[in-house]
Nanobody
Framework: QVHLVQSGGGLVQDGGSLRLSCVASGRNITYVSMGWFRQTPGKEHEFVAMSQFLIEPSYADSVLGRFTISRDNAKNTVYLQMNSLKVEDTAVYYC?????????????WGQGTQVTVSS
């Protein structure tokens, strides 16, 4: 069992930056695939980024070059640094453990964090 607690997010202007954090408990996540998804009303979870052990991080095309996923295994924490934010990045962002980017599913989810980008 993995419990994920998110923090960060909020309101930012177009072009601004935010960092999301996701602290895991229940097991060490060093070897666990971790990811971030986002969701807007009426839509499915959209893959954003994923971090896997010994594998280069992967990103959705829409955030490539602007977002960075990282982790601090000693703190059992995963981060999503979001730069050059756009209005279309507005969504509820979810941390996920053992995600499937293609299906938009995961074994465990964080509680979700609202990110709002204003023009």
């Amino acid at each position: 069992q993995v419990h994920l607690v998110q923090s960060g997010g909020g309101l930012v202007q177009d072009g601004g930056s935010l960092r999301l954090s996701c602290v895991a408990s229940g097991r060490n996540i060093t070897y666990v695939s971790m990811g971030w998804f986002r969701q807007t009303p009426g839509k499915e979870h959209e893959f954003v980024a994923m971090s896997q052990f010994l594998i280069e991080p992967s990103y959705a095309d829409s955030v490539l070059g602007r977002f960075t996923i990282s982790r601090d295994n000693a703190k059992n924490t995963v981060y999503l640094q979001m730069n050059s934010l756009k209005v279309e990045d507005t969504a509820v962002y979810y941390c996920a453990a053992r995600p499937d980017p293609n299906l938009g599913t995961a074994d465990y989810w964080g509680q979700g964090t609202q990110v709002t980008v204003s023009s």
